[in-house]
């Protein structure tokens, strides 16, 4: 019985593993002619927090206000921070709220940017199990479960006199699936966030930012801005 259960839940997962989408960096000659980046993100102030089970009777879904987390204030200074590595370019951050792309590009303009990195909270079809921003993800199939703290998006960057896409990455590598976070802390999923205490919530917050501050910089790196 164990090894058929084993063998299910291998299968459960193996099938989400395939990697869905065409994804582009930005070419050589794009990044050359780069003088000044802006940065945004889009995470926003909400942490997830989402149980899977075997069937859909068992599901449970919360959200929760964590503004002062400040999640896309960190996304955004781990984003700046790198691309200033870029010898010659002029990097703006994009502190604010924005719920459409064009209110992004509107702010770029406003400081003189001609390209755009935007950090987009985004679903991924291959676990569509686990919302897109961030916060804490329980799948349970037969018995077994495996819990997440994880951050999802992409990283893309934009031509803002064009409004065009130049490129766009997600924020973990090729066929890993989304990574998670914060497992040595120890912080049982539960199903509400009325049930974390202070310190488990000062935990998933630690665990959310490095997951945020990390993957930031893999969806960078994989665009191949860096020069």
Known sequence: MKQSVAILWMVYLLSGCAELGIRSSVSTE?????RTVAVASTLGKQFHG??????????????ADVSNW??????????TSELKKNNGWSVKPLYGSFTQSEQVLSAARAVGADTVVVIQASKYDNEPHIPAGYGYSKRSFMGLSKECIYSLFIVEAYTVKSSKRMGWQWGFPSFSGVPCYGASRGIPFKEDWSEYSEAERSGLKDAVLESVRTNVLTGIRALKLMQ
């Open 30 to 34: 794009k990044v050359a002619a780069i």
């Open 50 to 63: 989402k149980l899977t089970g075997t069937t859909v009777f068992n599901n449970k879904q919360y959200d």
């Open 70 to 79: 400040n999640v896309d204030g960190a996304a955004i200074d781990v984003a």
